[in-house]
């Protein structure tokens, strides 16, 4: 069975510091792979996905994540983070059955101190 | 607004009581997806449908579980005899082709 599993639960970082949050799926085949995030107060949006092509992937607001098949991973990364980043972020791989139901990671909460 | 809508957004109520949510997806979005939310855990699959069929079931959503998707449209899920362990966000998403855009959420709370 498909699964995906986060790394870091909790993570504090200050204004400006650079953040990389961990994600390894466990499927065999082809993926599909997303990071959501969840803002205080607000639902899931999508911040980058992967499908095929370039493993490098560019997100919303400066994130972006690499795909490395290899090592089954997804991580995601910003350069230099913002307070408004303070949120919790998911990473979800995409079942290839007909249902394209989503399967996430226990999530990542991310505090950045200004 | 375009995006999911989720009604109520907080449901408080006893153990055994009976509780439905209603879910609004985009309106070409021909697929619809119910979600459970722990704290501290991650999205789980509930169901899924395409337009009016229910086409998977996760072995999450027991027998006082139902949800509904009449004309394709609105998809409702139903809880009955409700538990303290029901407590969670309950998400619903919908796609057409591309992303899943999730709606709110319900939170429920049962005492």
């Known amino acids: 069975a498909q699964s995906v599993s986060q790394h870091n639960h909790h993570v504090i970082l200050s204004e400006a510091a650079s953040l990389e949050l961990g994600c390894n799926y466990s499927?065999?085949?082809?993926?599909?792979l997303f990071w959501y995030v969840q803002y205080p107060g607000q639902h899931l949006q999508l911040l980058l996905k992967y499908f095929s092509g370039d493993p490098l992937v560019k997100g919303i607001k400066g994130f972006e994540a690499e795909f490395i098949k290899s090592k089954f991973s997804f991580n995601l990364r910003k350069p230099s983070v913002q307070w408004s980043d303070t949120a919790e972020y998911f990473c979800a791989v995409k079942t290839m059955d007909s249902s394209y139901k989503l399967i996430f990671g226990s999530g990542t909460r991310l505090l950045v101190r200004p | 607004d375009t995006g999911v809508s989720q009604d109520p957004r907080h449901k408080i109520t006893k153990r055994g009581q009976n509780v439905t949510f209603r879910c609004d997806p985009i309106?070409?979005?021909?697929?619809l997806y119910w979600y459970r939310q722990t704290l501290g855990q991650g999205p789980e699959f509930l169901t899924y449908?395409?337009?009016?069929?229910?086409?998977?079931k996760s072995r999450l959503l027991s027998d006082r579980f139902s949800a509904e998707r009449p004309k394709g449209s609105f998809s409702t899920l139903e809880i009955q005899r409700t538990e303290q362990g029901d407590s969670a966000m309950y998400l619903c998403?919908?796609?057409?082709?591309?992303?899943?855009?999730f709606g709110p959420g319900t939170r429920l709370t049962v005492l």
């Open positions: 309106s070409e979005h021909n697929r």
């Open positions: 998403a919908s796609r057409s082709s591309g992303e899943q855009f």
């Open positions: 449908f395409q337009n009016e069929a229910q086409l998977e």
């Open positions: 499927y065999g085949g082809t993926v599909n």
